[in-house]
């Protein structure tokens, strides 16, 4: 009987230090249920919140690549129109030829071929300016001042009761499809006043030029708003981020400077009960006789 306890005592010390040298290992206190009964379900909990936290930050991540390709976009759109408003102005003068005026148009028709490309932008396989509609370009070369882009909004969850719009419609930022004040339909009508020589029409351009950098500047301004949200956003997830993970260490961390000491004291009572066994054990013929 005897012999059977020492064996019992030295298997729980050996068990208790096994125990202990994976916790340090690890640095993780809790590894079964049974370890912290209530602390598990504490833990859990943590550990959903950090992960439905860490999408949050993605989708704030993902609206901030977005908002910062729509802002390189805009000052793109707004070289365009600058540079087409010089051509027009050079164009509208009495002393511009009428071969100049033709390598005028030249240039323009470039430059509104390079403002469909900005209107088809896109940023990781999605396109910025169709709505819902992000898997569908919204400009065709051939036709781009009748394309109807879609109206819906494309939004990203932030919290779990808060949704924040990102996508902007391709008519926001370049005119109702069809209408006389449509960006490439102005293009259009600048290349047909170049073609013609109608040096009246091509004043009246320039101010349709100023309508639309208006425009272009109005949603500039929305981007960098819906940026700067986006990033205070993204530092209140951060700062949730690091306060949700603090409780969960202190739930399911161990403390390596006490875990230390207790793997010490074990290891101590291991080799005192190692010691007292070799005494205990010691078996011979005489102690069978006695």
Request: zero cysteines; hydrophobic letters at 40%; aromatic letters at 6%.
């Amino acid at each position: 009987m005897q012999h059977l306890q020492l064996l019992r005592n030295l298997r729980n010390n050996n068990s208790g230090i096994l125990e202990w040298q994976n916790r340090l290992a690890t640095g993780r206190r809790i590894h079964k249920p049974g370890d912290d009964p209530v602390g598990v379900g504490y833990y859990m909990r943590y550990n959903t919140e950090i992960n439905r936290t860490n999408e949050f930050l993605e989708n704030a991540n993902t609206a901030l690549g977005y908002l910062s390709t729509m802002d390189e976009m805009m000052q793109q759109a707004n070289d365009v129109l600058k540079r087409a408003r010089v051509l027009v102005q050079q164009a509208a003068t009495g002393t511009t030829a009428d071969d100049g005026r033709q390598h005028i148009a030249s240039e323009i028709r470039q430059l509104k071929e390079q403002l469909v490309l900005i209107g088809n932008s896109s940023y990781s396989g999605r396109y910025l300016f169709n709505g819902q509609k992000t898997d569908q370009r919204p400009y065709s070369l051939t036709d781009p001042a009748n394309d109807k882009t879609d109206r819906g909004v494309y939004y990203l969850n932030i919290s779990p009761f808060v949704s924040v719009p990102v996508s902007i419609s391709g008519e926001e930022i370049f005119g109702e499809a069809g209408a006389a004040d449509n960006a490439f339909r102005v293009f259009d009508d600048i290349l047909d006043h170049l073609n013609n020589n109608q040096l009246d029409q091509l004043a009246a351009d320039m101010e349709k030029i100023d309508v639309l950098s208006d425009r272009i500047n109005k949603v500039w301004a929305e981007i960098g708003a819906r940026t700067n949200r986006f990033e205070l956003v993204k530092e209140r997830i951060n700062d949730q981020l690091v306060s949700l993970k603090e409780l969960r260490s202190q739930i399911g961390d161990v403390d390596m400077a006490a875990a230390l000491v207790e793997l010490q004291q074990r290891e101590n009572v291991l080799q005192a009960s190692l010691a007292v066994g070799a005494r205990v054990m010691q078996v011979s013929l005489v102690d069978f006789l006695r």
